[in-house]
C-alpha cells in the first residue's frame, strides 16, 4: 500500500519557538489533511489541502501542499504549552485501489515547555 | 464539531468473548473506516466502506469484521477476544470525493479495547 514517511519523530522545544514538521510520499495524493491527537482521544483536524501548491492557515498553523503532490508541510508558529500531542499528516489516494483511501504518517510528537 | 460517535469509550473484557464496538455518523457521510492504534503510534487502517453494503479489508490485516447495513452506522466485531486485540480503535467518516462536498475524514473519539 501507499506510505507516507512524516518527520520529525519527535521534538522538544521551547515555548514561543516555531515548529516545522513534513511528509513525504512516492504517490500522489488528492488531499493532505493535518491532525492533532492529544492521549486518549481521537485525532482533531487541524488544515485540509486541496490543490497542489495550496498555502492554508488556521491561527498560528499553517500547512501547503506540495507542487509534486507527493508532499507537504505543517509549520506552528510560537508554540505554547497546549500545542503538546501528536501531529499526524494523511494522504487521500489519487487513484487506482489507493483511490479516496486515507493513508497517515507515523506522527510527530511534539513536547514544548514552559 | 464532528458528529461521529464511538461506544463503549473502554472496554475491559475476557478473552473468548465476542465484542462489538459501535460507530455512528450523522454528517450523512458515505464513506466510514476503522483504524487501530497501538498508544502513541501510527494509525492503521483495518476496514473501509465506500457505502451501504460496501466493505473492504484496510492496509493491516485484522481478524475483526465489519458491516454497513446503515449509512450512519459501521459496527466492528470480534467473535473471540484475544490479548493480541487490545489497543485502540478509531473509526472516521468522510464524504464523497466527486461530491460538493469536503472530503476531510472526522474521527470519533475511539474505544480503548482490553483484553484480559
Known amino acids: 500500500g501507499q506510505q507516507l514517511n512524516q518527520s520529525p519523530q519527535s521534538m522538544f522545544i521551547q515555548e514561543g519557538e516555531d515548529v516545522s514538521m513534513n511528509c513525504t510520499s512516492s504517490?500522489?495524493?488528492?488531499?493532505w489533511l493535518w491532525y492533532k491527537q492529544d492521549p486518549g482521544e481521537g485525532p482533531v483536524l487541524l488544515i485540509a489541502?486541496?490543490?497542489?501548491?495550496e498555502l492554508t492557515s488556521n491561527g498560528r498553523l499553517t500547512a501547503q501542499f506540495g507542487i509534486t503532490r507527493k508532499d507537504s508541510f505543517l509549520n506552528i508558529s510560537a508554540s505554547i504549552p497546549s500545542d503538546v500531542g501528536i501531529y499526524f499528516c494523511?494522504?487521500?489516494?489519487?487513484?487506482?485501489?489507493?483511490?479516496?483511501?486515507?493513508?497517515f504518517g507515523q506522527g510527530t510528537i511534539l513536547t514544548v515547555h514552559p | 464539531e464532528a458528529d461521529i460517535y464511538q461506544t463503549p469509550r473502554y472496554l475491559v473484557i475476557g478473552t473468548g468473548k465476542k465484542i462489538t464496538l459501535e460507530c455512528s455518523q450523522t454528517?450523512?457521510?458515505?464513506?466510514m473506516y476503522w483504524y487501530q492504534q497501538d498508544p502513541g503510534m501510527e494509525l492503521h487502517l483495518i476496514h473501509y466502506?465506500?457505502?451501504?453494503?460496501?466493505?473492504e479489508k484496510g492496509d493491516l490485516s485484522s481478524e475483526s469484521t465489519v458491516s454497513r447495513i446503515r449509512t450512519e452506522h459501521f459496527p466492528l466485531t470480534l467473535e473471540s477476544a484475544r490479548p493480541s486485540h487490545t489497543s485502540q480503535y478509531l473509526c472516521?467518516?468522510?464524504?464523497?470525493?466527486?461530491?460538493?462536498?469536503?472530503?476531510?475524514?472526522?474521527f470519533g473519539q475511539g474505544t480503548r479495547l482490553t483484553v484480559v
Open positions: 472516521a467518516s468522510s464524504a464523497s470525493f466527486f461530491g460538493l462536498m469536503n472530503t476531510e475524514a472526522f
Open positions: 504517490s500522489i495524493f488528492n488531499t
Open positions: 489541502l486541496y490543490k497542489a501548491g
Open positions: 494523511a494522504g487521500q489516494g489519487a487513484g487506482g485501489t489507493s483511490y479516496g483511501k486515507l493513508t
Open positions: 454528517m450523512g457521510h458515505d464513506k
Open positions: 466502506s465506500y457505502g451501504v453494503n460496501s466493505t
